[in-house]
Antibody, heavy 120, light 108 residues
Framework: QVQLQESGPGLVKPSETLSLTCTVS????????WSWIRQSPGKGLEWIGF???????NYNPSLKSRVTISVDTSKNQFSLKLTSMTTADTAVYYC??????????????WGRGTLVTVSS | ENVLTQSPGTLSLSPGERATLFCRAS???????LAWYQQKPGQAPRLLIY???NRATGIPDRFSGSGSGTHFTLTISRLEPEDFAVYYC?????????FGQGTKVEIK
């Protein structure tokens, strides 16, 4: 059974860079699209971006200037970097897998989420 | 950006009752690209419906989805105690992918 697990710091200072990793266990990262989504009380659920296992990416335009998503197939992991963090970036960050059920798109698997708080 | 507006914000119902949740898109959307999720406190969202009307694996048949264009509906035919949660619609038709703000189904 494939599972996703987010890891990274729970506390980030304003202006710093957030780095999170999602580890895929019980299956291969290959052949799928992988994504980051966040959820905050103020903005609800917000899609951050996705990466194909080969490395091609697509980002939310509202975050594009600050986001980098990368993949390490040798470790079965993909990662999120979000620069210039502010209090507005405080949220639960989820990693997710996109289905291969063409032509449909949907998140068929989610990690449990990790709370990231931005505070000095 | 295709804004999804869900209504009502909160639905107060009793177990055994029927729940009807609405999701309206600001721009017309291919129904292939509309999904519904259920979220319980402290948990990640769980896929219920994809392609507007297809139940995900393991989802009971009391959940059904319908709609096209800009109007989509999630129906729970008879509420079970475990169905009281928050429900979100999401569109994948255009970037950025967006979620509705959610409908909370609470016990009356």
């Amino acid at each position: 059974q494939v599972q996703l697990q987010e890891s990274g710091p729970g506390l980030v200072k304003p202006s710093e860079t957030l780095s999170l990793t999602c580890t895929v266990s019980g299956g291969s990262i290959s052949s799928y699209y992988w994504s980051w989504i966040r959820q905050s009380p103020g903005k609800g659920l917000e899609w951050i971006g996705f990466i194909f296992y080969s490395g091609s990416t697509n980002y939310n335009p509202s975050l594009k200037s600050r986001v980098t998503i990368s993949v390490d197939t040798s470790k079965n992991q993909f990662s999120l970097k979000l620069t210039s963090m502010t209090t507005a970036d405080t949220a639960v960050y989820y990693c997710g897998r996109l289905s291969l059920n063409s032509p449909y798109w949907y998140f068929d698997l989610w990690g449990r989420g990790t709370l990231v708080t931005v505070s000095s | 950006e295709n804004v999804l507006t869900q209504s009502p914000g909160t639905l107060s119902l009793s177990p055994g009752e029927r729940a009807t949740l609405f999701c309206r898109a600001s721009q017309s959307l291919n129904s292939y690209y509309l999904a519904w999720y259920q979220q319980k406190p402290g948990q990640a969202p769980r896929l219920l419906i994809y392609g507007a009307s297809n139940r995900a694996t393991g989802i009971p048949d009391r959940f059904s989805g319908s709609g096209s264009g800009t109007h989509f509906t999630l129906t729970i035919s008879r509420l079970e105690p475990e169905d009281f949660a928050v429900y979100y619609c999401q569109q994948y038709g255009s970037s950025p992918w967006t979620f509705g703000q959610g409908t909370k189904v609470e016990i009356k």
